[in-house]
């Protein structure tokens, strides 16, 4: 199965300042079929379900905020928040679904400073 | 505002059947893929399974031999039953959906069944 993992394990933000988190998986995510690269970013806040946040790569999903972006190629990928706002405290997951079984990451906890 | 409703048993004992369903409400939404996650205690997220609206499923290995999903997409819901249950399968279970015909996608999760497992 393919190995995801994610760093920091922990962010501590200052509200307004930027943030990124690091992923990376054990095997290439892009499918030469079809030429996407498919990677998604989940955000679960505290005592809440997971919710969608930017899938197959870059895009966000249905309401999510544009400070909210993903990028990266191959194995290496990074989630974006422009300014980190309150609301944003949680614990991130990436997630491959290239192939089956799929996968997560283990989780960043970002917490505000 | 759409959501997955969930219900069923959550205090189970080992060697015990598990069995879950969840349901759209508060609106239309059309799943392509209806996926089933579970959390343990304090940690991660993991996936148990997925089934298409056409009825192709697929389940992780390290729990296929005891995992049947189901759907039902004339109804918008969807089953999970996990056979001979240990203390290891104590989680908080979730079903989610996707619905990829519409740009941008829209995912809606349930709002989880904690399940334990003790004699």
């Known amino acids: 199965e393919i190995v995801m993992t994610q760093t920091p394990l922990s962010l501590p933000v200052t509200p307004g300042e930027p943030a990124s988190i690091s992923c990376r998986s054990s095997?290439?995510?892009?499918?030469?079929?079809?030429?996407?690269?498919?990677l998604d970013w989940y955000l679960q806040k505290p005592g809440q379900s997971a919710q969608l946040l930017i899938y197959?790569?870059?895009y966000r999903a249905s309401g999510v905020p544009d400070r909210f972006s993903g990028s990266g190629s191959g194995t290496d990928f990074t989630l974006k928040i422009s300014r980190v706002e309150a609301e944003d405290v949680g614990v991130y997951y990436c997630m491959q679904r290239l192939e089956w079984p799929i996968t997560f990451g283990p989780g960043t906890r970002l917490e505000i400073k | 505002q759409v959501q997955l409703q969930q219900w069923g048993a959550g205090l189970l004992k080992p060697s015990e059947t598990l069995s879950l369903a969840c349901g759209v409400s508060g609106g239309s939404f059309s799943g392509y893929y209806w996926s089933w996650i579970r959390q343990p205690p304090g940690k991660g997220l993991e996936w148990i399974g997925e089934i298409n609206h056409s009825g192709g499923a697929n389940y992780n290995p390290s729990l296929k031999s005891r995992v049947i999903i189901s759907v039902d997409t004339s109804k918008g819901q969807s089953s999970l039953k996990v056979t001979s249950l240990t203390a290891a399968d104590t989680a908080v279970y979730y079903c989610?959906?996707?619905?990829?015909?519409?740009?941008?996608?829209?995912?809606?999760w349930g709002q989880g069944t904690t399940v334990i497992v003790s004699s």
């Open positions: 197959t790569l870059s």
């Open positions: 095997r290439s995510l892009l499918d030469s079929d079809d030429g996407n690269t498919y």
């Open positions: 989610a959906s996707r619905d990829i015909a519409v740009v941008p996608a829209k995912e809606v």
